[in-house]
């Protein structure tokens, strides 16, 4: 009979996954990652499939780190307060997690994701998306395609996020200027 597979172990997998793909991308051999990960490279195999299955996973590990993130203000009707409070979500989580962002990016470009997981990844972002296609109807870009609104907004952030990173005195108001320029991109006419 076989064992059953360790949860942390898989983690420990995906950890390792993460801080290599962040530093050398998906170019990242498994017997780096086994190393880092103080596995044998067969056991990335036994947990994922292949190299492109542990890709996949680790991507919508990272959605799914970054969603958990933000929780929906409780009760709130106000637009532009809860796209500002996921805005406010995904510029902490970048910061406090250089090494995902930098994974998520690389995972993000790569061919190796499939549209099925991409399209999975995107499902946990409903509330966000539902979000970003009402404030879209307010404004200039109301004939923009809802994908191009979110990648505006996530170039914005990851704009932002840089921008603390290199002067980390200024994170508040970085972080509420971004969103307001955001705001302003999406809800005007």
């Known amino acids: 009979m076989a064992r059953p597979l360790s949860a ?3 983690q420990t997998i ?6 290599l793909i962040a530093e050398e991308g998906l170019s990242a051999s498994t017997a780096r990652i086994a190393r880092a990960a103080g596995v044998a490279e067969g056991t990335i195999f036994i947990y994922f ?15 799914s780190q970054l969603r958990l993130a933000y929780s929906e203000p409780p009760g709130s009707k ?18 406090a997690h250089p090494a995902q962002r930098q994974a998520m990016a690389k995972l993000k470009v790569s061919d190796r994701i499939t549209p099925t997981t991409r399209a999975s990844a995107a499902e946990s972002f409903q509330v966000v998306s539902g979000l970003l296609i009402k404030a879209r109807s ?6 923009q395609p809802p994908a191009f609104v979110g990648a505006l907004m996530v170039a914005m952030a990851e704009a932002t996020i840089d921008s603390i990173a290199a002067e980390p005195k200024l994170a508040k108001t970085a972080c509420a200027d971004g969103f307001s320029a955001f705001w302003r991109a999406i809800a005007t006419g």
């Not at 307010?138 to 004939?143: C, F, S």
């Open 14 to 19: 995906l950890e390792a996954a993460t801080r």
């Open 49 to 63: 499939g292949s190299k492109d299955e542990l890709a996949n996973q680790l991507y919508l590990d990272l959605k």
């Open 8 to 10: 942390d172990k898989r």
């Open 78 to 95: 106000d637009l532009r307060e809860s796209l500002g409070q996921f805005w406010s979500a995904y510029v902490s989580w970048g910061l």
């Open 138 to 143: 307010l404004g200039a870009l109301r004939k």
